[in-house]
Structure formats: structure tokens, C-alpha cells
């Protein structure tokens, strides 16, 4: 019987050995890696939890799961070239060994979400992180009431996933803006708040999420209070802020919390008066 990656790696410091089985370019910038664990052992994951990536002879880097919750050996990751570990992860090839630790952190509330309106808002590669929650709800589509996507990106060069969102669209809401226009883009630009003008909500009966820049996420914020939405109804992802996934380095230690350890998904009633000192 195959045994999780937790229960057949008894040491969280080291890695597990790991396969990249697919490369995916989504922008000129960004791609997907599939991943499979090479001795064998399931991968179980909750959507929004992360993984520790080590690119060996470079280091170790978090990187949110952005897919694979349906598969037993393999997950995706959607990693934007930026830093010394993800240059170097751009340019192995399919086939190359990579090492895995996790995964880590609370995932988004699905249990919350179940029989609610649900508006998940992300920003960038901010919606790398959104992607598993939104296929889980998309796969159980009668648990869930509206559900609408807002999402912002720089271009439409920029934008992730672009051949899933007529899918996506045919199972729930979907809005887009780009801050830049290009010709032949007939959707809306400006920052992704203004998309709030497209629609009307529900404050009370609804369930926002949000992965995105620490500035976005900030004002997106502010909008949902705007709007009415109680504390409780609102949950953000402050992913950008981990460093070694356990605690130890104190790094994404904000006012005492962990982000690493007691996120990265948070209730914004747990974090009020603590987001602005994230951006």
C-alpha cells in the first residue's frame, strides 16, 4: 500500500526526491510545473497550502500548489521567473529531478464556502493559488451557490490559465482586467477593484477570497468593508511572505503569527490591524 508524502518522509528538513513529468508555458514569464513524486508515494494536498521547491545545487524556495488535486502521485505548481532558485528551476527540462518538502499551512475553507455565494478575486500570479480552489468548486458545483472570479493582470500577455477560462466560464462568473490594454482586448482595464462595478453582491451571503500583490489585496480589502462584508467573510492569502515553511526563520513573522505556519490562509478577523504591516 502507497503511503502520503508525510507519512513516508519522517524528517520535514529533508526533501523528497521528485520528477518534473510537464512544462507548460503560461506567459513569457511564468509556467506550470507537473510533478511527481519519484519513489512512488501519493501526494495530498489541501487547495491553497504550499510546498518547499529545492533546486539542487541553488536552493530551497515556497511555492503555492496550483493544481493536481484530483491526482495521486502528482501536483502543479505555477512559478514566475524572479529569483536565483526559480531561473535555475527554468531551465530544467522535463524529466530533471527536483526535491519536495511539504505540503504546508491551512488550505482556503472549503467547509465555509459549501452553500454560500462564493467571489474569489486574484491578481497576477496571484491566481496560481485560487486555481485548485477553483477546480474543486467547479468539480462539486452543486455544493456551492454563485461563484464569481475577478481577475486582474498587468496584459493579456500576462494573464494565467488562458485556455481553461472558457471552461471555467461556462460554470460560474467570470471578470477580467488588465492595467494595460492591447488591441484586440475588449475586456475592461484598470486595477482589479473596478471590476466590483460589474456586478452586484451580497456581503452577508457571501464568502470572499483573495490572492494577490500585498497592495491589491489591501485595497480589495478595504472595497469588501466598503460593500458590507463582516470580518468573517473574508479570507486572504499572504504566501508572499514564507521563507523556510516551518517557523524557524521567523521571516514571515507578522505581529506573532506565523504566516507559514498559521496560514498562508487567513480570516481577515484574524489578521485585522495586521494586513497593512504585510504589504
Known amino acids: 500500500m502507497s503511503k502520503s508524502v508525510s507519512e513516508s518522509v519522517k524528517n520535514p528538513y529533508i526533501p523528497n ?5 510537464k512544462i ?21 494536498f489541501q487547495p491553497g497550502q504550499f510546498i518547499e521547491l529545492t533546486v539542487f545545487g541553488y536552493g530551497e524556495a515556497p511555492i503555492s500548489i496550483s493544481g493536481g488535486t484530483t491526482s495521486k502521485d502528482s501536483f502543479e505548481i505555477t512559478v514566475r521567473k524572479m529569483g536565483e532558485v526559480t531561473s535555475a528551476l527554468f531551465r530544467l527540462q ?22 454560500k455565494n462564493v467571489l474569489l478575486i486574484g491578481g497576477g500570479i496571484g491566481l496560481a493559488p485560487l486555481r ?28 494565467l490559465f488562458k485556455d481553461e477560462f472558457p471552461l471555467w466560464s461556462k460554470k ?14 475588449d475586456e475592461t482595464v484598470g486595477v482589479v477593484t473596478v471590476l466590483f462595478d460589474e456586478f ?25 468593508k466598503e460593500l458590507g462584508f463582516p470580518d468573517e467573510n473574508i479570507y486572504v492569502s499572504l504566501e508572499r511572505r514564507m521563507e523556510c515553511g516551518m517557523g524557524i526563520c521567523g521571516r514571515c513573522s507578522i505581529g506573532g503569527i506565523y504566516v507559514c505556519k498559521d496560514g498562508p490562509v487567513f480570516s481577515y478577523s484574524t489578521i485585522k490591524g495586521l494586513l497593512e504591516r504585510a504589504i
Not at 507548460?24 to 495530498?44: A, M, W
Open 17 to 21: 526526491l521528485a520528477e518534473i513529468i
Open 24 to 44: 507548460k508555458s503560461e506567459t513569457p514569464d511564468t509556467s506550470t510545473f507537473r510533478i511527481k513524486i519519484s519513489n512512488g508515494s501519493e501526494f495530498k
Open 94 to 115: 522535463e524529466g530533471k529531478k527536483v526535491g519536495i518538502r511539504g505540503p504546508f499551512g491551512h488550505g482556503w475553507p472549503l467547509d465555509v464556502m459549501k452553500r
Open 132 to 159: 485548485p480552489l477553483i477546480q474543486e468548486i467547479l468539480r462539486n458545483r452543486k455544493d456551492f451557490e454563485r461563484v464569481i472570479l475577478m481577475y486582474g493582470a498587468r496584459t493579456p500577455k500576462d494573464i
Open 172 to 185: 460560474m462568473e467570470v471578470y477580467r482586467t488588465v492595467d494595460k490594454g492591447e488591441p484586440g482586448w
Open 200 to 224: 452586484e453582491v451580497y456581503p452577508e451571503e457571501t464568502i470572499a477570497v483573495q490572492c494577490g500583490p500585498p497592495i491589491m489585496m489591501y485595497f480589495v480589502t478595504k472595497k469588501l
